[in-house]
Each structure stands twice: as C-alpha cells, then as structure tokens.
C-alpha cells in the first residue's frame, strides 16, 4: 500500500463549480498535510497546509483533514480557468520529509 | 526573496552517457532536496541534504545516481550512466520548515 494515494484525474468543471480533491494516507502518526498546485513546465507552490484534523479556509479554498479515516480534501469554491492545475496533496513524515501523492489534473472551462 | 535555482532547463542525452543538474537554495535553507518527477507521477525524493549531511537517500538509485552538496549550499545531482527510465524532471526544492520551495526543474530526455 502507498503511503499516500491520490486519483490523477484528469477533472474537467465548468467555470464557477466547487471541485473537490482527495486523498488518503495508511500511516495514522502523520500530522501535517499540504496541498501544492503545480502549473505546467513549473515546480510544485504550497498552496494550504493544516495541522492535524480539522479545516482550513484560505479565500476559495478550503482544507480538510479526517484523520480517523486517513483522508485529506482540497476544496475550490467558484472555480477560475486559472485554477487549471495539477493539485499534489503532501504529508510530512517527520524531519521535514515530504511524500506527495500522484496528483490530479484540473481543467477548468470557461 | 530569490527563489531556488536550477540548470540547465532542459537536456537531452543518449542513453548510457552521462549528465549532472545543478540547484542553488533559497539562502538560509538548511534542507535541499532531489526529487524525480516522472511525466503524470508525483514528485519522488531521490535525497534530502540537511546542511551539507545526507538525511535520506533510500530511494537514490546509487549504482548510477549521485548527489552532493557542496559546503552546505549548492548542490550537484549526476546519473552515469542513464537509462531511458531515467527520462524525467528532476525537481529541486530547499526548506527551513515543513514548506518545501521549489525550483523550476530539469527536463531530461534520455534517447
């Protein structure tokens, strides 16, 4: 079993739709979880973290962790063509080291 | 702030040649890493430096990868002799925290 496992998609919404992104974990020690959007030919940005359980809000995004079933979302509220990304969900094992799931492609049409 | 550093952007070899990327951190980051990143995959650590030490390397392919770091700085990653799987980007980020920036990669083609 992948420590982290994440549908690469692709998913394609029209302009304005709430996307949801998953991902789930095996390991129930890890705590700190990120989602990192990379655009095309470029390096993955962090885009949100969060600490533990619980949700965090940051404008049109929002991030979820549910660690009593290992599984971490990535919402996009109002979704903009310029959202159309590749979406990497992380977790931190410990000593800074971070695994990344697969990542899902999204397209968002105007 | 400058951001992390790499070159060459693109290269591409033939197979069994050898080829070496180069990565300079964000200044102040004590971590560097290596990471492949195979075309529709998600970044894969090859290894992590912490100053100039190596943390982790357990997924470096050493008979044919290598990686240093030099005076706790800038950092070289070489492959000899490539193979076709070897065709990738190979990403490098620095960190001083959880948060890993990343540099804009190294496409290799392998022919």
């Known amino acids: 079993q992948k420590e982290v496992e994440q549908d690469p998609g692709p998913l394609s919404v029209p302009e304005g739709a709430i996307v949801s992104l998953n991902c789930t974990y095996s390991n129930s020690a890890f705590q700190y979880f990120m989602w990192y959007r990379q655009y095309s030919r470029k390096g993955p940005e962090l885009l949100m973290y969060t600490y533990s359980s619980g949700n965090k809000e940051d404008g049109r995004f929002t991030a979820q962790v549910d660690k009593s079933s290992k599984y971490i979302s990535l919402f996009i509220r109002d979704s903009q063509p310029s959202d159309s990304a590749t979406y990497l969900c992380?977790?931190?094992?410990?000593?800074?080291?971070?695994?990344f799931g697969a990542g899902t492609r999204l397209f968002v049409k105007a | 702030e400058a951001g992390v550093a790499q070159s060459p952007r693109y290269k591409i070899i033939e197979k069994r040649q050898s080829v070496a990327f180069w990565c300079n951190p964000i200044?102040?980051?004590?971590?560097l890493y290596w990471y492949q990143q195979i075309l529709g995959q998600g970044p894969k650590l090859l290894i992590q430096f912490q100053n100039n030490g190596v943390v982790d390397d357990s997924q470096l392919p050493k008979d044919r990868f290598s990686a240093e770091r030099l005076k706790g700085v800038d950092s070289t990653l070489k492959i000899q002799p490539a193979k076709l799987e070897d065709s990738a980007v190979y990403l490098c980020?620095?960190?001083?925290?959880?948060?890993?920036?990343f540099g804009q990669g190294t496409r290799l083609t392998v022919v």
């Open positions: 992380a977790i931190d094992t410990g000593g800074f080291k971070t695994i």
């Open positions: 980020a620095s960190s001083r925290s959880e948060e890993a920036f």
């Open positions: 200044s102040g980051h004590a971590t």
